[in-house]
Nanobody
Framework: QVQLVESGGGLVQTGGTLRLSCAAS????????MAWYRQAPGKQRELVAA???????SYADSVKGRFTISRDNAKNTLYLQMNALKPDDTAVYYC?????????WGQGTQVTVSS
């Protein structure tokens, strides 16, 4: 069974940085798309950033210029570098992977940004 395990969340002050990691139990080359989603209390889960196997990336408008998604195929790991964090970035962050026809989710990691 495929597993995605996130790490790197925590408590940080406004303007701080965090790097999230998502370790996969199998080669991430098999995933056509990997992404980070987040869900804040009382809100719907939203797409933060995504990357394809060809290296294309996309970002939510709210994080453009601050967050960077990347993948290390050799380590089977997806990353999310988060800079200039804001209180509105507070949420549980989830790793997502898609390999036709299946989707996979991690268990989530909490990110809290204090003002």
């Amino acid at each position: 069974q495929v597993q995605l395990v996130e790490s790197g969340g925590g408590l940080v002050q406004t303007g701080g940085t965090l790097r999230l990691s998502c370790a996969a139990s199998k080669s991430i080359l098999s995933y056509s798309t990997m992404a980070w989603y987040r869900q804040a209390p009382g809100k719907q889960r939203e797409l933060v950033a995504a990357t394809t196997g060809t290296g294309r990336t996309s970002y939510a408008d709210s994080v453009k210029g601050r967050f960077t998604i990347s993948r290390d195929n050799a380590k089977n790991t997806l990353y999310l570098q988060m800079n200039a964090l804001k209180p509105d970035d507070t949420a549980v962050y989830y790793c997502y992977a898609y390999s036709i026809p299946n989707t996979y989710w991690g268990q989530g990691t909490q990110v809290t940004v204090s003002s």
